[in-house]
């Protein structure tokens, strides 16, 4: 078998939607990597700019790009590229952040030398989109940490997942659950898996400002996760809390953002940024985000 036909290690899978502006960046992240046994399912999810074009522009034999039309949801698109990747592992990756260059080096090391965990996370630094560093997403280590409150949520960035390849198969994004996929799919599956996280910042997550655009939708489906989950387990008591707090946090957050608190409610939700990840961004910012 020669080495074009050998499988990836890693499968990293991306949808973009309209990303013209900043999938180029995404990309090259990805090419940086410091484990190069990489492929790249990127698939454009009947974007109307020029997604697709910039993205086979980089003329890279491991990226391999699928255009489909009708736009569909999020979900539907990452169990379509899971679907489509041949790696043992496989990272999520979205098509406006950037990763750190030995992020899919140090996950899938960490996945190798411990066979229980199925899906890990990392840390991740919230940017601007002229590239200023706003905080840190906050972030538990362990899998008692991930699941001790799932009526509030799982703190495992999405953008930041990789796991083994059997896990996703095993458990597909439920399209239901649109802009709360990631929640949804930790809710399924945090009795019956382990989860786990490195503390060290390996992602760039782009968050311009707080949108109720995504937020107010993002809580709606995560209480339709819960009251589905209390239905099908039997278990009330913390759904029903969970719903009754997703309920008075969509109102706070009404209420700051429209009262012109943006940029204090967005630093509020985060954590402060060490001074060596601060001049490791700078690296990254020259090597990505300026050419964009």
Known sequence: MNSESRPPLVSVV??????????GAAVRSIQLQTLQNWELIVIDNGSADESGSVVSGFNDARIRLIREEPSAGLAVRLNQGVALSRGEFIARMDADDVCFPDRLERQVARLQQDPQ???IGCGAVVFTNGGELIGKLPLRLTHEEIIAQPSRGFPLPHPTWCGRAVWFRN????PRSAAAEDQDLLLRTHRTSKFGSLETVFLGYRQDQLDLRKLLP??????GSLWRYARQSGQFLYPIQGIAMHALKGTADIATICLGMNRLAQRYRLEPVSPSTRRQWRDLQRLTLERE
């Open 14 to 23: 991306m949808s973009v939607l309209n990303g013209a502006s900043t999938v």
């Open 117 to 119: 965990l199925d899906l």
């Open 171 to 174: 458990n597909p994004y439920d």
């Open 218 to 223: 993002g809580r709606r489906a995560y209480v």
